[in-house]
């Protein structure tokens, strides 16, 4: 136990003791000082080193690829409750049978079951 409570003082006291540069949104210049990043940043230092841009570009990689997984995830989940609340599956208030069995609440024809194969019959909705 005091070994584990030792090792734990020893690496927060590392952690403390990091440089400022290795705080996100800091970046090196090519002459070897810091600057805290953003528009202009090293401008009269000869411009950001290369690891620096190397690093900006795959943040900016990192980040598009997060934003196009949470869209991808959102549709998703919005497919799943569609499921899940039956509007495929449930012919009540349906304007189409599709192709594949499932259902279409299209309020035109136009698109009914566009993703299913095409529509197999359009069903009466006046009754």
């Known amino acids: 136990m005091k070994l584990l409570r030792a090792f734990f003082v020893a690496s927060t006291m590392l952690a ?32 950001i080193g ?17 934003k196009k997984a ?22 009540q208030g349906a304007t189409a049978e599709c192709k594949d069995h499932t259902y279409s609440h299209a309020k035109t024809h136009q698109g009914a079951c566009s993703r299913h194969g095409g529509v197999a019959r359009f069903l009466d909705t006046k009754k």
């Open 70 to 91: 949470d869209a991808k995830a959102a549709k998703v989940e919005k497919k799943m409750d569609a499921a899940a609340r039956g509007d495929e599956t449930v012919a």
């Open 50 to 66: 290369k690891m620096a841009k190397a690093a900006t570009k795959a943040d900016a990689k990192v980040a598009k690829a997060e």
């Open 16 to 47: 403390l003791s990091a440089p400022a540069f290795a705080q996100k949104g800091t970046v090196t210049c090519k002459d070897g000082t810091t600057s805290a990043g953003g528009r202009g940043a090293c401008s009269s230092h000869g411009g």
